[in-house]
C-alpha cells in the first residue's frame, strides 16, 4: 500500500496533542511493559501494520519475549500472561471494539478487580491513545517497517 498523506508534516498539531497523551501516560505509573502489550492488542484488533512494527520493536527492546509477543493475539489460551495482564487486554478489547458488547460488566468487573480505579482511567487512556494512533495510520499510511526503538530510560 502506498502512503497517502503524511499527517505529521501537513498538520503538526496532531502529532503534538499525540504525544502529550504519550507523556502522561509515560509518567502515570503503569508498567511499561503492560502498556505494550495493550498497544499491540488493539493494534492487531485494529489492523495497524504501522503500529505493530513500532510497538513489536519498543517491547522487544523493553526486554518483552518473542513468545509473549507470538501468542497475544491468543492471549486467553496461552498460559504467559498474569490475571493483571489478562484483565488489561480484555478491557482494552472492549474499549477498541466497543460496538460490539459496550464494555460489559464482567469485563469491568475482572479490570477493576486488578486495577485502582485512577490505574484503570489511566490504562483507558492508553486505550484511547493507541487507538487514535491506529486510526491515523491505518487511515494515511504511513511507510511501515522503517522505525526503530528508541531507548528507554
Known amino acids: 500500500m502506498s502512503a497517502r498523506i503524511d499527517f505529521?508534516?501537513?498538520a503538526p498539531g496532531v502529532v503534538h496533542a499525540m504525544l502529550g497523551l504519550e507523556r502522561y501516560l509515560q509518567e502515570?505509573?503503569?508498567d511499561s511493559k503492560l502498556l505494550d502489550l495493550v498497544k499491540m492488542r488493539a493494534?492487531?484488533?485494529n489492523g495497524c501494520a504501522y503500529c505493530l512494527d513500532?510497538?513489536?520493536k519498543d517491547a522487544r527492546a523493553a526486554g518483552e519475549t518473542e513468545q509473549r509477543l507470538y501468542l497475544l493475539d491468543a492471549w486467553r489460551e496461552a498460559p504467559c500472561y498474569s490475571e493483571r495482564e489478562r484483565a488489561a487486554l480484555a478491557w482494552t478489547e472492549a474499549l477498541t471494539a466497543i460496538t460490539e458488547g459496550h464494555a460489559s460488566d464482567e469485563v469491568y468487573a475482572e479490570a477493576r478487580e486488578r486495577f485502582s480505579a485512577k490505574e484503570l482511567a489511566d490504562l483507558s487512556l492508553a486505550i484511547v491513545a493507541i487507538n487514535g494512533?491506529?486510526?491515523l495510520s491505518v487511515g494515511f499510511r504511513p511507510e511501515v517497517g522503517g522505525y526503530q526503538p528508541a531507548m528507554r530510560k
Open 8 to 10: 505529521a508534516k501537513v
Open 28 to 30: 502515570c505509573g503503569l
Open 43 to 45: 493494534s492487531q484488533i
Open 54 to 56: 513500532m510497538h513489536s
Open 133 to 135: 494512533w491506529n486510526r
